[in-house]
Each structure stands twice: as structure tokens, then as C-alpha cells.
């Protein structure tokens, strides 16, 4: 072996890699088990049958679940295609306004809200608190609690599902192609970039169909004070 | 195998778990973006789980694996202008012999190896991933081979022009 051979192959040793992700085809988060929140058995159950139902609710869109990914109140299925929904504005379906009194009842903890110049227009839809917010792009921020409800979404290989982290709190981005959202008592809609974390019993979705990750991660952390 | 073709996502993983870093590694060399190679490898995960009944219990499983993550980080692969560089390790670079060696030498080995690597990261793409396969990541001609959809012949004499591109760079 040749004295470049050599030290390519030390080169192997010394190259900074990015750090593997866990092996894992499962129905599970993809995270550390110490990040995974325990849930009961029954909650699980009833996510799969439900994300089992929202991936064949649609008669044209007998698509195979390829994969189940769950985060606190979130439930993410991969499908090979989605069914055919509508796509609808951001501001569709919010509900009736409310003021903070109301989200914060809703919430059970105060509504968390980035900077705003003036004050915000706050929707209340079924536990689903929704404001949206004004920037270049018209951004939907949601929050809703994990134990009211799970929040479903269907995904194709198109879309880029990632987990990360949110400031300390365990996160999920889906990039790329549209995929679907699923919040009750409103008809499946077709939705652009997410940004989705949970601290605590509450889940915070960010929703733009411009949005960046880079520019969602810096609106979350102005959002938790961090 | 039987019992990951049977369905025992536990035996899969078992049989995937060896070479799962690997993967992930030549996924990072195609896409060179962390997320976007996290995103082939559990796509190739999926794929190489839906296509496991016509695998053949004969054949290696790496290269089968590694051909897949090769093929859909392909797939996901970004514009060249946005792809990342290898970089190394902070204070990654040792030196052989018994003694410790001193700051100097060490400052001497690490830029050798930095223009090492920056030497192959100027190579074409094609000697490039070549030379990463066969080094970087350790891969047999054959597994190369597989993964980069060449024939194993292929693999060798284009290891052979790519390294003899690296020694004049080199000199």
C-alpha cells in the first residue's frame, strides 16, 4: 500500500462524520429512549387505529402506511401517496376569536406568543389555540394540549421528516413537499412547511408554506422566551 | 434473515444494525448534508424492508443495504453549490511512534492530513466517491461497486486513475 493510501485511510478515522441517527424500523419515535415520553398502552392503540383510519379514509387513496412516527400529541404516518385533499388558506377554520383568557383556559398554561408590534387576533377551534401571524409570509402558529387530542399528519417520500431539537424540547420539521394535517372536527387539508415541538402537555405548530427551518428554529426560540 | 422476511422488525434491525453507520456515512458522502442523508438512510431503511422477501439469503446484506442508501441519496441530492465539505476532527490527528509527539509535530501531521482532504474534495466527483468508498469507508471493490452501480472492474481502474489524479495533486 502506497503512502497516500495510507493516509487516506487515516483520513477515515479523523474526518468529522455527523453523528449517526438510531437504527430503528419501528413503530417508534426515532429519538433516545430517554426523550421518549412513555405513553400508555391504550394511547398508542388508539393513535395507530386512528392514524390506521385517517390513511384510509380516503376510498381513492388505499395507500400503504409505511411508517408510524409519534411526538407527545403528534402523530406523523408515512404513506407511498397522499390522498386527494383541498387545499385551504392558513386563516381557514380557526374558530371563533378569543382573548388570552380564553386560550390560556384552554391551555391550561398562558398562551406563548413571539414579539408582536401590536396585539394578536387569538382563534379557538375544539382546544386548538390559533393565531396568525404577520410576517413577510403568512404564518399559522398553533397551540394545543398533547392529552386533548393527537394531532395527525400524513406524509409521502416527499416530504422531509426530521427530528430535531426545539431549544430543549423535542422536535419535528416537515420540509419539502406539502403533506397532510388532520385537526378534529375540520375536513384533512393540504399543508406547506411545519415546524412542531412539545414542551410540556402543550404542542406548538408553526406553519408557513415558505417557512425555512433555519427562520422556524429562530420564531420558536423568540416564541419560548429562549 | 427467515425471521426479518417473516416480518420481526427486531430481526431486521439486528441485521441491519452492522453496517447501519456505514450507510449513513455513504449517504453523508452523496448528500452531504446531515439531514438530508438521515432522510435517505430511513427512506433506504424502508425500502430495503419492503424489498426483503426478494432478497436472497445467500448474497452479503451490505452491499444489498448500501446500494439502496446509495440510490435514494442520490435521489435526494442537493444543487453541488449547496453541498458541504469534509472537514476534521478537532485534535482527531495522531502520530505513529512510541513517544509523545510535540505540538509541532503534531500542527505538521494535522495540516498534512487537512490537505489531504482537501486535495480529494478537489477531485472530480466520479474519483471522489471512489476513493472515499474504498478509504474513507473501508468498502471492498465489490462493495464499491454496488453501491456506486459500477461493475467491480470499473471500481478498480477507477481507484487506480483516481489516486494517480491524487499523487500529482499531491506532489
Known amino acids: 500500500m502506497s503512502e497516500l493510501e495510507s493516509q487516506l485511510r487515516q483520513l477515515a478515522a479523523e474526518v468529522e462524520w455527523p453523528s449517526t441517527p438510531p437504527l430503528g424500523l419501528t413503530f417508534e419515535p426515532r429519538r433516545g429512549a430517554t426523550r421518549a415520553r412513555v405513553r400508555p398502552l391504550w394511547v398508542v392503540v388508539v393513535a395507530a387505529l386512528v392514524a390506521l383510519a385517517v390513511a384510509f379514509s380516503v376510498p381513492a387513496a388505499r395507500s400503504a402506511i409505511l411508517r408510524v412516527l409519534h411526538l407527545g400529541g403528534v402523530t406523523v404516518v408515512r404513506v407511498d401517496v397522499l390522498p386527494p385533499v383541498q387545499e385551504q388558506q392558513l386563516a381557514a377554520d380557526l374558530g371563533p376569536a378569543v382573548d388570552s383568557q380564553h386560550a390560556a383556559a384552554a391551555l391550561g398554561v398562558p398562551l406563548r406568543l413571539p414579539p408582536l408590534r401590536g396585539s394578536a387576533k387569538l382563534h379557538l377551534r375544539d382546544g386548538v389555540v390559533s393565531v396568525l401571524l404577520a410576517t413577510p409570509q403568512p404564518l399559522l402558529l398553533s397551540e394545543f394540549r398533547s392529552d386533548v387530542f393527537l394531532l395527525k399528519k400524513l406524509a409521502s417520500s416527499g416530504t422531509n421528516v426530521v427530528s430535531l431539537d426545539v431549544g430543549t424540547a423535542p422536535g419535528l420539521w416537515l420540509g419539502g413537499a406539502q403533506h397532510i394535517v388532520v385537526f378534529p372536527a375540520t375536513p384533512p387539508r393540504l399543508a406547506g412547511n411545519v415546524l412542531i415541538w412539545q414542551q410540556g402537555m402543550v404542542v406548538y405548530r408553526l406553519e408557513g408554506r415558505r417557512l425555512t427551518r433555519r427562520a422556524a428554529l429562530e420564531l420558536a426560540g423568540k416564541i419560548m422566551g429562549t | ?171
Open chain 2, 1 to 171: 434473515m427467515l425471521r426479518a422476511q417473516r416480518g420481526d422488525t427486531r430481526a431486521f434491525d439486528a441485521l441491519v444494525e452492522p453496517h447501519w453507520q456505514m450507510a449513513f456515512r455513504l449517504a453523508f458522502l452523496i448528500t452531504r448534508d446531515a439531514a438530508e442523508a438521515d432522510d435517505a438512510a430511513q427512506e433506504a431503511l424502508l425500502k430495503a424492508w419492503r424489498a426483503l422477501a426478494r432478497f436472497r439469503d445467500t448474497e452479503p446484506v451490505r452491499p444489498w443495504l448500501l446500494r439502496i442508501v446509495a440510490n435514494e441519496a442520490r435521489n435526494r441530492r442537493r444543487s453541488a453549490g449547496r453541498r458541504g465539505r469534509l472537514a476534521l476532527r478537532a485534535g482527531a490527528v495522531q502520530v505513529s511512534g512510541g513517544a509523545a509527539p510535540s505540538p509541532e509535530e503534531l500542527t505538521v501531521a494535522e495540516d498534512e492530513q487537512r490537505r489531504v482532504l482537501a486535495e480529494l474534495e478537489a477531485l472530480p466527483e466520479q474519483a471522489r466517491m471512489v476513493l472515499a468508498c474504498r478509504f474513507l469507508l473501508d468498502l471492498s471493490e465489490a462493495e464499491t461497486a454496488a453501491a456506486l452501480g459500477l461493475r467491480p472492474g470499473t471500481v478498480k481502474s477507477r481507484t487506480a486513475r483516481a489516486l494517480e489524479r491524487l499523487r500529482k495533486a499531491h506532489v
